[in-house]
């Protein structure tokens, strides 16, 4: 049991490129979430899902996309990347009331 | 929607001592309220989590309090250790259509020292 995996762990980007943020949990939690964290500050949501084929966006959804397509797996889309969205980009999932979160991705945009 | 303040951003004790970080929320309808480590680098883990039906849990060294009326809890930490230098992260979650969907405080940084 892996938990909330997260691919890459750190990736640079330049200004206007594109990437997708890959997370993946094996719990069968049906809830998912995205958020960023910027240095020294506290977590932000930027989109969940309740289901497979279900999502709504959180506090912080521009700039990004996200899909579910399947219980598992969650990716987050960056379209046009720009400097603001330097960050660490977390993935969580739920079971009952608590998240568990992976282990996170270190993104730099140049 | 959810505000969650959270003092004092940095608290500095020595081993041995108590240390006391506070969270206040906005939103009245909130009924779950975690408190996540974080250490450098890595991801938050949940430490103690409390719900709006309890007013104390207490978890070995770890305390939190939740005081529904004033819209506030607090994580307590007794008998200090170096390792429990990190960043401590409050968050609040409501019930309903929130689908669980949690509001950070900006965080605590712990340092104990030796």
């Known amino acids: 049991n892996a938990g909330v995996t997260q691919t890459p ?3 640079i980007l330049k200004i206007g490129q594109s ?3 890959q997370c993946t949990q094996d719990m069968n939690h049906n809830y998912m979430y995205w958020y960023r964290q910027d240095p020294g500050m506290g977590l932000k949501l930027i ?4 289901g497979a084929g279900i999502t709504d966006k959180g506090e912080v ?9 399947t219980t598992e797996d969650f990716p987050l889309r960056l379209e046009l990347a720009a400097p603001s969205q330097t960050s660490v980009y977390f993935c969580a999932s739920r079971t009952k009331e608590t998240q568990y979160f992976g282990p996170g991705t270190r993104l730099l945009v140049l | 929607g959810e505000n969650v303040e959270q003092h004092p951003s940095t608290l ?3 081993e041995g001592d108590s240390a006391v970080i506070k969270c206040t929320y906005s939103d009245s309808a909130s009924n779950y ?3 996540y480590k974080q250490e450098l680098g890595k991801r938050p883990q949940l430490i103690i989590d409390i719900r709006s039906n309890v007013g104390e849990k207490k978890d ?3 305390a939190v309090t939740l005081n529904k009326t004033a819209k506030h ?3 307590h930490i007794t008998e200090t250790q170096p390792e429990d230098s990190a960043v401590y992260f409050c968050a609040a979650s409501g019930g309903g259509t929130s689908y669980g969907k949690l509001t950070f405080g900006q965080g605590t940084i712990l340092t104990v020292h030796p």
């Open chain 2, 73 to 75: 809890f607090s994580l």
């Open chain 1, 19 to 21: 990437m997708t943020l």
């Open chain 2, 12 to 14: 500095s004790v020595q």
């Open chain 1, 61 to 69: 959804p521009n700039g990004y996309n996200v899909s579910r397509s």
């Open chain 2, 33 to 35: 309220f975690p408190w």
């Open chain 1, 9 to 11: 762990k750190f990736r």
């Open chain 1, 47 to 50: 989109y969940y899902s309740v």
């Open chain 2, 60 to 62: 070995q060294r770890i």
